[in-house]
């Protein structure tokens, strides 16, 4: 078994408008290794091209140029047919007028197995997904969440090499989708199959990854674990993107290996990371997340001004004004111990520096 | 025919393009696809079709006499009345101009829709 289980190699997939002759680069010579096993998610706002390198992997577009090798199989050239790779659809895509035995079973029957292993896989992946008693229902007569699950049973039975899975829980109601997200990626662990996860909602990445792959305008932004993207993000894109975050712009004082020293709204602060091979003087902005932000009545890095209070149910958001006018939002625990701010108020923002990370070039925003 | 082909038609870009890609990833081809997929889901609305255009050819005729008065000689009948005294020619040129009315009415009715491929979502 090989380390590197899918290798995508400078892959460019360009799109051209056969009216006016347009060209549209969907995916920017795009490089990147999956392991065995491995969950990889591949995140950005919609018309980023990461729907277009699902679909490059599963064989329903044909790229430009680059290279796709699945366990050290060049499939690039080859149709979705012949490849073994299974997809989990946005819209399921559930045969209506099969049962979901027929419907589970169809990739089975493909395969020409005799009809003994055929049952038997069968009923084992009936059983792993939970749809015992719905065998012979058909598509329309199941909820959302029992049509998710025939549609994944649908594309894990065939025992696919790698599992490609294209926005799956943005039909779903908030409730279930967090609950069909735990079970996708238990299964998914399970299993040990290797998987690559289309989805536009942050949240979703986090919680469901080992690696995520944050995508914009056709080119990687950042390939990172959940945490280094979410608390490390190198570009304002990221940081942007994963989640609120607040950009204070910051000027580079001074920097060593063990810290950073920045200036913020004229108060010069030392932060305990190194800063990423940056000149003094440079210009920056600092990331924080809301939650990484304490109010304080007396102390703090920076002094606010209270716009707006809103409750969340598990915490207050602060919508604050630093003295240049630059908007913080601030996220609060609402426990019982935590003090409440009033609007209006004059109060100081405490960092945690730790917590905080700097990013460069902001000419996308 | 042609009103069984735009019932097929039209049922036809009603299946979500991921079903048969949904197929062909498990591995179908393309004429499997088509046999297992495509056909099953277009068969309602091809009987639909096929009967509304039985029916309609079963009643022609008689349609017809039916609306016009009794001066009136049916082409279609003119043809069949030639045909059965073996005056294959006559009924020929019948045949010809009979063929000349459709085709100028469907090239009528084709100007009147317009350019078809702009309802079509191109994909």
């Known amino acids: 078994?090989?380390?590197?289980?899918?290798?995508?190699?400078?892959?460019?997939?360009?799109?051209?408008?056969?009216?006016?002759?347009?060209?549209?680069?969907?995916?920017?010579?795009?490089?990147?290794?999956i392991k065995k096993g491995e969950l990889v998610t591949l995140l950005g706002p919609s018309g980023c091209g990461k729907t277009t390198v699902l679909r490059m992997i599963a064989g329903f577009e044909t790229p430009t140029s680059g290279t796709?090798?699945?366990?050290?199989?060049?499939?690039?050239?080859?149709?979705?047919?012949?490849?073994?790779?299974?997809?989990?659809?946005?819209?399921?895509?559930?045969?209506?007028?099969?049962n979901v035995q027929e419907n589970i079973g169809y990739g089975l029957k493909l395969k020409r197995l005799s009809a003994k292993v055929r049952k038997e896989k069968l009923l084992k992946i009936i059983d792993l997904v939970g749809l015992h008693g719905y065998e012979s229902r058909r598509p329309n007569e199941l909820s959302g969440g029992q049509q998710q699950r025939v549609a994944l049973a649908r594309a894990l039975v065939v025992e696919p090499e790698i599992l490609l899975f294209d926005e799956p829980l943005s039909n779903l109601d908030a409730k279930l989708r967090e609950s069909m997200r735990n079970e996708i990626r238990s299964l998914q662990q399970r299993l040990s199959i290797t998987s690559v996860y289309v989805t536009h909602d942050q949240v979703e990445a986090l919680a469901i990854s080992d690696r995520?792959?944050?995508?914009?305008?056709?080119?990687?932004?950042?390939?990172?674990?959940?945490?280094?993207?979410?608390?490390?993000?190198?570009?304002?894109?990221?940081?942007?993107?994963?989640?609120?975050?607040?950009?204070?712009?910051?000027?580079?004082?001074?920097?060593?290996?063990?810290?950073?020293?920045?200036?913020?709204?004229?108060?010069?602060?030392?932060?305990?990371?190194?800063?990423p091979d940056s000149p003094s003087g440079a210009q920056a902005y600092?990331?924080?997340?809301?939650?990484?932000?304490?109010?304080?009545?007396?102390?703090?890095?920076?002094?606010?001004?209270?716009?707006?209070?809103?409750?969340?149910?598990?915490?207050?958001?602060?919508?604050?004004?630093?003295?240049?006018?630059?908007?913080?939002?601030?996220?609060?625990?609402?426990n019982t111990c935590a003090k409440v701010f009033e609007a209006r108020q004059e109060v100081f923002a405490k960092l945690s520096p730790k917590d905080c990370s700097l990013v460069f070039n902001f000419k996308n925003r | 025919m042609p009103v069984?082909?735009?019932?097929?038609?039209?049922?036809?870009?009603?299946?979500?393009?991921?079903?048969?890609?949904?197929?062909?990833?498990?591995?179908?081809?393309?004429?499997?696809?088509?046999?297992?997929?495509?056909?099953?889901?277009?068969?309602?609305?091809?009987?639909?079709?096929?009967?509304?255009?039985?029916?309609?050819?079963?009643?022609?005729?008689?349609?017809?006499?039916?609306?016009?008065?009794?001066?009136?000689?049916?082409m279609t009948v003119l043809i069949l009345a030639q045909t059965e005294i073996l005056?294959?020619?006559?009924?020929?040129?019948?045949?010809?101009?009979?063929?000349?009315?459709?085709?100028?009415?469907?090239?009528?009715?084709?100007?009147?829709?317009?350019?078809?491929?702009?309802?079509?979502?191109?994909s």
Not at chain 1, 77 to 90: A, D, E, G, T, W
Not at chain 2, 13 to 22: F, G, K, R, T, V
Request: glycine share 4%; aromatic share 8%; net charge neutral.
């Open chain 1, 1 to 33: 078994m090989s380390e590197r289980h899918l290798k995508i190699e400078a892959l460019r997939k360009v799109f051209t408008n056969q009216k006016t002759g347009n060209e549209v680069v969907a995916v920017a010579d795009i490089s990147v290794d």
């Open chain 1, 68 to 98: 796709i090798t699945l366990n050290e199989k060049e499939v690039a050239s080859l149709p979705p047919n012949k490849r073994n790779s299974s997809m989990v659809f946005q819209s399921y895509a559930l045969f209506p007028h099969l």
């Open chain 1, 212 to 275: 995520i792959i944050v995508m914009n305008k056709g080119e990687i932004e950042q390939m990172g674990r959940p945490e280094e993207v979410y608390l490390r993000p190198q570009t304002p894109f990221v940081a942007d993107f994963m989640g609120a975050a607040n950009l204070i712009p910051a000027e580079v004082k001074s920097t060593s290996a063990q810290e950073c020293v920045l200036e913020l709204n004229g108060k010069q602060i030392s932060f305990p990371w190194p800063c």
């Open chain 1, 286 to 334: 600092l990331v924080c997340r809301p939650e990484n932000i304490q109010l304080h009545e007396k102390e703090g890095e920076l002094s606010v001004k209270i716009l707006e209070r809103q409750y969340l149910g598990s915490a207050y958001e602060y919508i604050t004004q630093t003295s240049l006018s630059q908007k913080l939002i601030i996220r609060l625990a609402a």
């Open chain 2, 4 to 74: 069984g082909i735009e019932a097929a038609k039209a049922s036809l870009l009603q299946i979500d393009p991921s079903i048969e890609e949904a197929a062909t990833d498990l591995g179908a081809n393309s004429a499997r696809v088509f046999k297992d997929i495509t056909l099953p889901l277009i068969k309602p609305a091809w009987f639909t079709g096929m009967a509304y255009v039985f029916v309609h050819c079963m009643t022609a005729v008689s349609a017809v006499i039916f609306l016009v008065s009794a001066k009136w000689n049916h």
């Open chain 2, 87 to 122: 005056r294959f020619s006559a009924a020929s040129v019948l045949c010809l101009i009979l063929i000349a009315i459709v085709l100028l009415a469907f090239g009528i009715m084709k100007i009147l829709i317009g350019d078809t491929k702009l309802s079509r979502a191109s």
